[in-house]
């Protein structure tokens, strides 16, 4: 059988760029400081109050320092382990098993110019937000924050520290795949860090994502890598602990983006010091999808204009 050509879309390049530094590294780490600091209690007897409440209403089933090493993570809805460091003020704090991830993630963010440092007014949808650390950086901003979250626990533990905090954001405990056609158009910004991949199926996710958003929004993208040359994507399924599944690289993660309507000419994509990516892009307009053979929502609405 002859070779066949394949015929590369020129309308998507070949790579994609890297973000250059909009602000200082300092600057960034001070915003995102003053955005959590909105977020203590006022006096020491408050933060000791929430920090007892939440021990004793959201108990560790396993030590952050061994998480990834215990027994717990065999399935994901059998087991409950605070998310992010959190430091409810005047000397109370709890280790997450996630630790300072949600300060150095939004900080390098910033200093990339890839999130904004004023929310105000903005509509934001902070996807998978486990017990709340990214959530409050973004509320912190001044955004009007909608989180979503699969694992019913975590989504509790979230709600309950907005509750006791006395921050109004509905925490949503769904997945991201029951997707909400009421949703089309509703949000400015979408920040989704350390979730991409954790699901079976991550361009139908950044199809949904493109679909929430406003012309004119734009999506952040943290997520674990892999190296290489070319379109590359490691798979690790169900192999490698921590429900794992499909890694790409910066070309990869580029053209997911692009595939799922974001304006390919406002794809960026930048690797970690700690090898991870982030990414972002933009609905400059509603768009159909590129490609719907093989599209695993056959004849839904995300195929249309969005």
Same mark, same amino acid.
């Given at each position: 059988?002859?070779? #066949?050509?394949?015929?590369?879309?020129?309308?998507?390049?070949?790579?994609?760029?890297?973000?250059?530094?909009?602000?200082?590294?300092?600057?960034?780490?001070?915003?995102?400081?003053?955005?959590?600091?909105?977020?203590?209690a006022?006096?020491?007897?408050?933060?000791?109050? #929430?920090?007892?409440?939440?021990?004793?209403? $959201?108990?560790?089933?396993?030590?952050? @320092?061994? $998480?990834?090493?215990?027994?717990?993570?065999?399935?994901?809805?059998?087991?409950?382990?605070?998310?992010? @460091?959190?430091?409810?003020?005047?000397?109370?704090?709890?280790?997450?098993?996630?630790?300072?991830?949600h300060?150095? #993630?939004?900080?390098?963010?910033?200093?990339?110019?890839?999130?904004?440092?004023?929310?105000?007014?903005?509509?934001?949808?902070?996807?998978?937000c486990?017990?709340?650390?990214?959530?409050?950086?973004?509320?912190?901003?001044?955004?009007?924050?909608?989180?979503?979250?699969?694992?019913?626990?975590a989504?509790?533990?979230?709600?309950?520290?907005?509750?006791?905090?006395?921050?109004?954001?509905?925490?949503?405990?769904?997945?991201?795949?029951? @997707?909400?056609?009421?949703?089309?158009?509703?949000?400015?910004?979408?920040?989704?860090?350390?979730v991409?991949?954790? *699901?079976? @199926?991550?361009?139908?996710?950044?199809? #949904?994502?493109?679909?929430?958003?406003?012309?004119?929004?734009?999506?952040?993208?943290?997520?674990?890598?892999?190296?290489?040359?070319?379109?590359?994507?490691s798979?690790s399924?169900?192999?490698?602990?921590?429900?794992?599944?499909?890694?790409?690289?910066?070309?990869?993660?580029?053209?997911?983006?692009?595939?799922?309507? $974001?304006?390919?000419?406002?794809?960026? *994509?930048?690797?970690?010091?700690?090898?991870?990516?982030?990414?972002?892009?933009?609905k400059?307009?509603?768009?159909?999808?590129?490609?719907?053979?093989?599209?695993?929502?056959?004849?839904?609405?995300?195929?249309?204009?969005?």
């Amino acid at each position: 059988m002859a070779h #066949i050509d394949r015929v590369r879309d020129a309308s998507i390049p070949a790579a994609f760029s890297a973000p250059q530094p909009v602000m200082s590294r300092q600057s960034a780490n001070d915003i995102v400081a003053a955005a959590l600091a909105k977020w203590q209690a006022p006096t020491k007897e408050a933060s000791r109050k #929430i920090a007892a409440t939440l021990q004793k209403e $959201f108990p560790d089933q396993a030590r952050p @320092d061994d $998480f990834w090493h215990s027994e717990s993570s065999g399935a994901f809805r059998d087991f409950f382990v605070w998310g992010h @460091d959190h430091d409810f003020g005047h000397g109370y704090t709890r280790a997450g098993a996630m630790g300072a991830r949600h300060i150095e #993630i939004t900080a390098e963010a910033l200093h990339l110019g890839m999130l904004p440092a004023n929310l105000k007014g903005r509509h934001v949808l902070d996807v998978g937000c486990w017990s709340g650390g990214d959530l409050l950086i973004l509320a912190g901003l001044g955004g009007y924050v909608t989180a979503i979250e699969e694992h019913p626990v975590a989504a509790g533990a979230a709600r309950r520290l907005l509750e006791l905090l006395g921050l109004d954001a509905p925490v949503v405990q769904t997945s991201m795949y029951a @997707d909400r056609q009421e949703w089309a158009g509703k949000f400015d910004y979408a920040y989704c860090s350390g979730v991409v991949y954790h *699901v079976t @199926d991550p361009l139908l996710l950044l199809r #949904i994502l493109f679909a929430y958003l406003k012309p004119g929004g734009d999506v952040l993208i943290e997520t674990k890598a892999a190296t290489g040359e070319g379109s590359i994507c490691s798979y690790s399924g169900t192999l490698e602990k921590g429900w794992n599944w499909y890694a790409p690289n910066e070309t990869a993660l580029g053209r997911w983006l692009a595939d799922a309507g $974001f304006d390919a000419q406002t794809v960026s *994509v930048f690797r970690r010091a700690n090898g991870r990516l982030l990414a972002g892009g933009r609905k400059t307009a509603a768009r159909a999808l590129r490609e719907t053979a093989g599209f695993s929502r056959p004849g839904s609405w995300l195929e249309g204009v969005v």
